[in-house]
């Protein structure tokens, strides 16, 4: 019997029979319906527990344009200039025609394909963003890299290192001279200054190249005398060696350096302390002979 309908219906179709729906029997039955009003669409649809299944339909528009219902499941390829998705959120997969081989995807804004908005696929495996990216799990890779005028890489090798490097991008080539460095133990490394505006807080500061002043300590060392400084004071009116409020204020300080000298200068202070504290034990020494040396005059006296 169901070979005897699809037959008809395969006749009807040869013989350009006129209906207004044409219906495969039995079990596995479909229904071709095009309706009597201003639609000029073909539906076509199966039948589901002796109902017809419209949310199953597949649409033909005499635009040329074909709607499916649900899923499409293909076992080859999908050929065509582009590819949309219609209805609010509508997307547009375009593939131009020129020396271009990149997909563009964009979506609709106002009736017209937003270009600002478009991701990008080219064919050496790169992808475009033209926005921010918005990433609720991980991103991996071996690199990151922001491209553009001011281009940068994050860069974490495969060897034994467990390190993340940072480095701008100088004449067309990484410049690692520049790179920030982040290590595994929490330490971070910069290869150059680091400007910051507002404050630092930390537990402690630990400045590794910076020398000591010890050099104030060796026998050679000439210490300035204390009319030299004092007269350096009066006429500069800061200590020798030291910078100026000044200078400070349009240059910054040093805080390695600015250490060192005034370690030297602790230093020099402690040599003039020690020289301090020699004379005062002469002069004790001496005022003590003085004192006897006058006792033994005023016994002289009362004996005379």
Do not use: C
Request: zero cysteines.
């Amino acid at each position: 019997m169901k070979k005897t309908i699809l037959t008809l219906v395969l006749l009807g179709f040869s013989l350009g029979i006129e209906a207004q729906d044409l219906i495969s029997g039995g079990q596995n039955s479909w229904i071709f319906h095009t309706p009597d009003d201003n639609r000029t669409t073909l539906y076509i649809a199966p039948k589901t527990n002796g109902n017809w299944d419209w949310s199953k339909t597949t649409s033909f528009l005499n635009d040329g344009k074909v709607n499916f219902a649900n899923t499409i499941s293909v076992n080859g390829n999908i050929s065509g200039k582009d590819i949309i998705s219609e209805g609010q959120n509508s997307w547009i997969f375009h593939t131009p025609d020129d020396n271009r081989t990149t997909l563009y995807i964009a979506p609709k804004t106002n009736g017209n394909w937003d270009w600002s908005k478009t991701t990008s696929f080219l064919n050496d495996g790169k992808v475009n963003f033209a926005n921010t990216i918005s990433v609720n799990g991980n991103i991996s890779g071996k690199d990151i890299i922001s491209e553009g005028q001011n281009s940068w890489i994050f860069h974490t090798p495969d060897d034994n290192r467990t390190t993340l490097y940072i480095a701008p991008k100088t004449n067309g080539n990484w410049d690692w001279s520049k790179t920030t460095s982040f290590f595994n133990d929490g330490k971070v490394n910069f290869v150059n200054n680091i400007s910051i505006r507002g404050k630092i807080e930390t537990k402690e500061i630990i400045v590794t190249t910076s020398p000591t002043a010890d050099f104030v300590f060796e026998s050679d060392y000439q210490l300035p005398s204390l009319d030299d400084i004092e007269k350096h004071i009066k006429e500069k009116k800061h200590l020798p060696q030291i910078a100026s409020a000044k200078e400070m204020k349009e240059n910054g300080v040093n805080v390695g350096d600015f250490q060192v000298q005034l370690l030297q200068k602790i230093e020099e202070l402690t040599l003039y302390t020690i020289q301090q504290e020699k004379e005062i034990r002469e002069l004790k020494s001496l005022n003590t002979k003085l004192q006897e040396l006058n006792l033994r005059l005023e016994k002289l006296e009362s004996q005379r």
